[in-house]
């Protein structure tokens, strides 16, 4: 039994510190239902029951999601192309340039390497 009660308080004070580090690094105008303060004040007067309400009716919804930026694609072709920041082109030409050069680059590692052979 109290492996039981050890076990509990190690998930309650885990569960605790994610709350708090949560809520602090939350913007004040995502935080729904109280203010932002309010949230820190309710989880750290009442650690578990203040973390349970902030997991469920504080949190932001859609957090950790991110927003594409201007020049960045909103559907990914390929997994390297979900890297948050990356550049995409604006209009198809540079693309096409883009492409070309990553193939002349291509052929020629291809003909260095059959040389080295």
């Known amino acids: 039994m109290l492996y039981f009660g050890g076990l509990f308080t190690i998930v309650t004070v885990c569960l605790w510190v994610f709350a708090i580090v949560d809520v602090i690094t939350t913007d004040e105008g ?16 009442f650690p578990l029951v203040g973390s349970l309400a902030w997991l469920v009716a504080g949190r932001p919804v859609g957090y950790g999601q991110r927003r ?3 020049y960045e694609r909103s559907a990914p072709t390929y997994p ?13 030409e540079d693309d096409e340039e883009f492409l070309r050069r990553c193939r002349e680059r291509a052929e020629e590692q291809r ?3 059959r040389e080295a052979q």
């Open 30 to 45: 995502a935080c729904r239902h109280l203010p932002k303060v309010g949230w820190l004040l309710l989880v750290l007067f």
């Open 68 to 70: 594409t930026q201007a």
């Open 80 to 92: 390297e192309y979900d890297r948050p920041g990356r550049f995409a082109a604006v209009n198809p």
């Open 111 to 113: 003909r260095k390497g």
